[in-house]
């Protein structure tokens, strides 16, 4: 693990994730010992890229806030308009590269939070709390997402999670023997550079990993919200649930190519390029005082 302050936590069941606050909230860990199988990783991990931060993430779970994929203006990448001015944006947001704060632990739980600084509001000039909680529970990882805004004017943001989740599952597998099971959806193609989507019927499907989704395949009015990266020949799968996070409308598969060793399931409360298209309604937009909440779990598990 990196020299950079490491929190673990554990449950009974011998499960346990990592998280490295200081590096962007970043959870890097997730496993979990399954009969027969061993400790299995639910996420993929992997020191060399954690040594590169923040030039590389390609592992564990980066957080993206305030804005998910990317924004452009005319003339201007990665920026985004709000109220009449046009702001800087890396893409992603700020959070996945921003220290977080630990604010309070258990053996099986631990509540991180990012409030906002002078650095922050001067690309995005908001003040925030955005507090997560990570729980271990019968070798379920649970997260527990809380933002609230504590400036005097609405707040507009995209949220989202993205969990590199390792291919294959198991040691004698390969990439062609897994599958990311999807339910009924819709699939939403980019026009340009996002400026619009257009849509079409994604159906209940066993979506095979060797296809390339280099340029994300991207998922919305899913008939359930859950999503898994099945390796069937090693019997195991790590699903992720998001029912109780109903902003959370999209979903993004990616793999940087089709022959890497992980798989992205990433969950996103809107498609890229949303601050330009605010007549879609796929902004967050807090009032003053107002708090959004979503719930969500993932889990390794054999099936």
């Known amino acids: 693990m990196s020299s950079t302050s490491c929190v673990e936590i554990r449950d009974q069941t011998g499960a346990l994730a990592q998280m490295l606050p200081e590096l962007g909230g970043w959870l890097v860990r997730y496993q979990r010992p399954i009969p027969g199988h061993g400790l299995v990783d639910g996420v993929h991990h992997d020191e060399a890229v954690i040594a590169r931060y923040p030039r590389e993430m390609w592992a564990g779970s980066p957080l993206l806030f305030p804005m998910v994929s990317y ?41 991180l939070e990012l409030t906002d600084s002078e650095t922050t509001r001067a690309v995005y000039p ?21 933002i609230e805004n504590r400036s005097s004017e609405p707040m507009p943001f995209s949220a989202g999670f993205h969990p590199y989740l390792p291919i294959p599952l198991g040691p004698g597998s390969k990439r062609s023997d897994c599958v ?31 296809v390339d989704t280099g340029p994300a395949l991207l998922l919305g009015d899913l008939r359930n919200r859950e999503v898994a990266l099945v ?3 090693a019997r195991l799968e790590v699903v992720i649930h998001w029912d109780d996070a109903p902003a959370y409308r999209f979903c993004g598969l990616w793999s940087r190519t089709p022959s890497e060793n992980f798989y992205c399931l990433e969950p996103w409360t809107s498609l890229p390029n949303a601050f330009s298209r605010p007549d879609d309604g796929e902004l967050q937009v807090l009032q003053p005082g107002d708090v959004f909440r979503a719930a969500m779990w993932m889990e390794v598990r054999a099936c």
């Not at 999807?182 to 550079?193: E, L, Q, V």
Request: net charge positive; aromatic share 14%; with cysteine.
């Open 180 to 210: 990311i099971r999807c339910p009924r959806a819709t699939r939403f193609n980019p026009i340009g550079r996002g400026e619009a989507y257009f849509s079409e019927p994604f159906p209940e499907q066993e979506f095979p990993a060797t």
């Open 71 to 111: 924004n452009h203006v005319p003339g201007a990448d990665h920026h985004y308009p709000w109220a009449g001015k046009t702001h800087p944006m890396q893409p992603h947001g700020f959070a996945r590269k921003t220290p977080w704060k630990v604010t309070n632990q258990a053996a099986d739980r631990v509540e």
């Open 231 to 233: 390796d069937q020949a």
């Open 126 to 146: 908001f003040a925030f709390r955005y507090g997560l909680t990570y729980r271990l529970e019968d070798g379920r990882l649970h997260w527990e997402q809380l």
